[in-house]
């Protein structure tokens, strides 16, 4: 579970600060939360494609026509 600290905490010997985000499991990270030391962070949503119509290999082409 990814989580922010809120305030100043040790963990394994490493010292983190308000502000550091870690990935710790999940246990350890509500017992976190509990205690106010950090807080959960969502994760990233993937963007979309929003493009239209570029998925085909090639692009479409408007073809001239003869008037004659």
């Given at each position: 579970?990814?989580?922010?600290?809120?305030?100043?905490?040790?963990?394994?010997?490493?010292?983190?600060?308000?502000?550091?985000?870690?990935?710790?499991?999940?246990?350890?990270?509500?017992?976190?939360?509990?205690?106010?030391?950090?807080?959960?962070?969502?994760?990233?949503?993937?963007?979309?494609?929003?493009?239209?119509?570029?998925d085909e290999?090639?692009?479409?082409?408007?073809?001239?026509?003869?008037?004659?």
């Amino acid at each position: 579970m990814k989580v922010q600290f809120v305030s100043k905490c040790g963990i394994r010997g490493l010292l983190y600060r308000p502000g550091d985000k870690i990935d710790l499991d999940k246990k350890e990270a509500e017992e976190l939360i509990e205690a106010g030391r950090c807080i959960p962070v969502e994760a990233k949503k993937k963007a979309k494609n929003r493009s239209v119509g570029l998925d085909e290999d090639k692009p479409l082409t408007r073809v001239e026509t003869n008037a004659n």
